[in-house]
């Protein structure tokens, strides 16, 4: 039995750099190791360099879980990054905000990147939110706020730029559900209203560069109340607020997205 306990130490240090599911076999090498040991503690050999290999294996796993949670957070939610960038610097500095499809420096408070070179921009007054989302795409992009990860409707902002900036192309729609995929329809549509107070798109193509190559990627803008009191929009809470991002290769906002994924919006 001191030879099983050898080879689940020997695994344990080949499955650490699993987060969470590597966890199972040197927790079980360590506790077999140490039953044999003190059942017969005359055969310590294979036991105990069983219960050494697994404590180690042990030790690596946890911390690789914890550093995986740390740094990386927005990876949770993130799926099918593609290479390559792209999108407007961060921002620092007061700016006073427009819609114009253009992310100043310093226009919104705060800013998040989330998977496939998806960003996120908002800035916050006492009734309204600021928002701004960028993707490396021409297509169309969009982003659902929701309540829940797994089930339950979803209220989103899509649309699709062009070489001027296009209010027209921006939509508030609705979504029954969102996972694991949605249908969506505009609010005006199901009986609801338009809640955009504002809003802009526009597509960007970077100039050419030799030092660097940036994808072209599509910018919108809007400005919305926290509260709408349309019954196909849902509130903005002080506090995290799930959301969906979204992305598609061309303008049909209701085409199936070539990169989605989730995040978390923090609101003061």
Same mark, same amino acid.
């Given at each position: &039995?001191?030879?099983?306990?050898?080879? %689940?130490?020997?695994?344990? %240090?080949?499955?650490?750099?699993?987060?969470?599911?590597?966890?199972?076999?040197?927790?079980?090498?360590?506790?077999?190791?140490?039953?044999?040991?003190?059942?017969?503690?005359?055969?310590?050999?294979?036991?105990?360099?069983?219960?050494?290999? /697994?404590?180690?294996? %042990?030790?690596?796993?946890?911390?690789?879980?914890?550093?995986?949670?740390?740094?990386?957070?927005?990876?949770?939610?993130?799926?099918?990054?593609?290479?390559?960038?792209?999108?407007?610097?961060?921002?620092?500095?007061?700016?006073?905000?427009?819609?114009?499809?253009?992310?100043?420096?310093?226009?919104?408070?705060?800013?998040?990147?989330?998977?496939?070179?998806?960003?996120?921009?908002?800035?916050?007054?006492?009734?309204?939110?600021?928002?701004?989302?960028?993707?490396?795409?021409?297509?169309?992009?969009?982003?659902?706020?929701?309540?829940?990860?797994?089930?339950?409707?979803?209220? &989103?902002?899509?649309?699709?730029?062009?070489?001027?900036?296009?209010?027209?192309?921006?939509?508030?729609?609705? /979504?029954?559900?969102?996972?694991?995929?949605?249908?969506?329809?505009?609010?005006?549509?199901?009986?609801?209203?338009?809640?955009?107070?504002?809003?802009?798109?526009?597509?960007?193509?970077?100039?050419?560069?030799?030092?660097?190559?940036?994808?072209?990627?599509?910018?919108?803008?809007?400005?919305?109340?926290?509260?709408?009191?349309?019954?196909?929009?849902?509130?903005?809470?002080?506090?995290?607020?799930?959301?969906?991002?979204?992305?598609?290769?061309?303008?049909?906002?209701?085409?199936?997205?070539?990169?989605?994924?989730?995040?978390?919006?923090?609101?003061?």
């Amino acid at each position: &039995m001191g030879g099983e306990v050898f080879v %689940l130490g020997i695994l344990a %240090l080949f499955t650490w750099l699993i987060p969470f599911f590597g966890l199972p076999i040197p927790i079980i090498g360590l506790v077999w190791g140490i039953i044999i040991l003190r059942r017969r503690p005359a055969k310590k050999g294979l036991p105990i360099a069983g219960v050494v290999l /697994s404590s180690i294996g %042990l030790f690596l796993s946890v911390s690789y879980s914890v550093i995986s949670i740390i740094s990386s957070p927005d990876d949770l939610f993130s799926s099918n990054n593609p290479p390559g960038g792209g999108g407007p610097p961060a921002s620092t500095g007061p700016v006073d905000w427009k819609a114009d499809g253009k992310i100043e420096i310093g226009e919104y408070e705060g800013s998040l990147v989330v998977g496939a070179n998806f960003q996120v921009y908002w800035k916050t007054d006492t009734q309204f939110i600021y928002m701004a989302i960028s993707a490396p795409t021409t297509g169309w992009i969009g982003i659902g706020f929701i309540d829940s990860l797994r089930s339950g409707p979803m209220d &989103m902002i899509a649309g699709y730029g062009g070489a001027g900036v296009a209010a027209g192309n921006v939509y508030d729609m609705w /979504s029954n559900s969102h996972y694991p995929n949605w249908s969506v329809i505009s609010d005006p549509d199901t009986g609801g209203q338009m809640s955009l107070l504002e809003r802009a798109a526009l597509e960007e193509i970077p100039a050419a560069s030799d030092e660097s190559e940036s994808p072209p990627y599509t910018v919108l803008e809007f400005r919305r109340r926290f509260t709408t009191g349309d019954a196909f929009d849902l509130p903005l809470l002080s506090g995290p607020n799930l959301f969906v991002w979204a992305y598609g290769n061309n303008e049909d906002v209701r085409a199936t997205p070539t990169y989605r994924g989730y995040g978390v919006l923090e609101l003061p």
